[in-house]
């Protein structure tokens, strides 16, 4: 064991336990357990959305795909970026005015019922698990590369340090997890950046000509093509990619951490310029690989083309820089999964106890204590899940999340704010085809039908890697088809213009005096 890797990993250990413990004195009650009682500034909670969505694929993957596929590999990384503009100007305002604690709270505005805060519960919990398993797989194997650990002690760690954040310090320890994760990833990119700048006296042409030199692509390798043979599937990935971010629980919940529209705009506005230049940053990174590593010797190393950052690390700044690279490639793990946890939390414990179990008739107490409780449960079973998972690809478990969240809850979202015919029974309908269509074509497609190594070797029924262009139209049919296909809707005219009111500007609906 690198006794250089093993003090960096620690220093991140202790830092966010420290984080934890000062958060856990402050998660006293359920708005401070589930939203940090909206007291973050809009910088400090964009910072955070940055920390949350930046996972260890985007620090870790895209550099490898820029190296390895060129032009293609930056194209995947511009459909994180755009997200958030679908999300900044139609979703964001009328979310964080409609909602308290989760997603369902904002449906529930305008369709009030346990069937429906049901499936959206289901659904977010669903998203979350997904995309947490893929997250605490990569993080064992990088333990295990790094320090030498087993794979399945690697896994337990990163399990029981989520587990910790959020059963103690709730909203509040992720969010500033994820602000410091924001600091150390960006500063350890702004610098491995100058570092490559540097070795090539600050002359982009010369980097450019030398990764000419580097790549078997040759000149080519700044055309389109080399990765996404298929404009289809370009297009299908980039459209889940969009929509989807819309749509994931864990960072629309993010929105009602702070106190007003005004911050949340500024929310989305610092987390798209940071997540903008962290991007730009992985092209230099990038190309930096190709021109000092080497195509060769990245290919001979790590054929997946993951590892491509940490080895740039090493070549141009030794043991040290690859350990401070490692440690924030941790950290983005450590971060993301934090932030997985406590939406599927919130889903669980706020929508399913509090509003169905109970009646929305619990205590304050008792609603922190079966949020304690969900946590720790979702960290155990998502564990339990990586530790099984060890020696099968999960990289689908990426695409199908994004893809079930812009099929199901992106459309929803979507036709509940803005469609004035729109129905609780087509809300019902949107979620579930939605849902039931995104899982199905991954499972028909590639990802699992492969007669190259696949789970099923033959060929596949869905030849998109990324169905989204098939399934996000089917969630919309869905709603549209049990909207007209549903009883006439109670709602009045009146009735959708006081929710639209409330949407657009937050005044509340008017009580009518008895």
Known sequence: MNLTYFL???CIIICTLIITYWAAKRSNTTNRFYTAAGSLTGFQNGMAIAGDFISAASFLGIVGMIAISGFDGFLYSIGFLVSYLVVLFIVAEPVHRLGKYSLGDVICSRFPGNHMRLIMAIGAFIISILYMIPQLVASGFLLRLLLDIDYSISVLIIGGLMTIYVVFGGMVAT???QIVKTVVLMSGTFLLSLIVLSNFNWDVTALVNRVKEGTPLGGDFFLPGHQFDNPMEFFSLQLALVLG??????ILIRLFTVRNTFEVRRSLISSTWIIGLFYLMTLVLGLGTVALLGYESLVATDPTGNLAAPLLAREVGGDFLLAFVSAIAFTTIVAVVAGLVISATTAFSHDIFHHIWKKGKSTEKEQLTA????????????????LQLEAINVTFLVSLTFVVAAASNFPVLLLTIYWKRFTKCGAITGMISGLVAAVLFVLLGPHIMNLDGGWIEREAVIPLYNPGIIAIPIGFIGAFVGT????????TEAEFRQFDIQAQTGIPPRRESS
Do not use: D, E, Y
């Open 8 to 10: 960096f990993f620690i």
């Open 175 to 177: 969010s500033w997890v």
């Open 245 to 250: 971010t819309a749509g994931l629980p864990h």
């Open 371 to 386: 949020a304690r409780w969900t946590a720790l449960g979702i960290g155990l079973i998502s564990t339990l899940f990586a």
């Open 484 to 491: 007209f296909f549903s009883p006439k809707q109670k709602q």
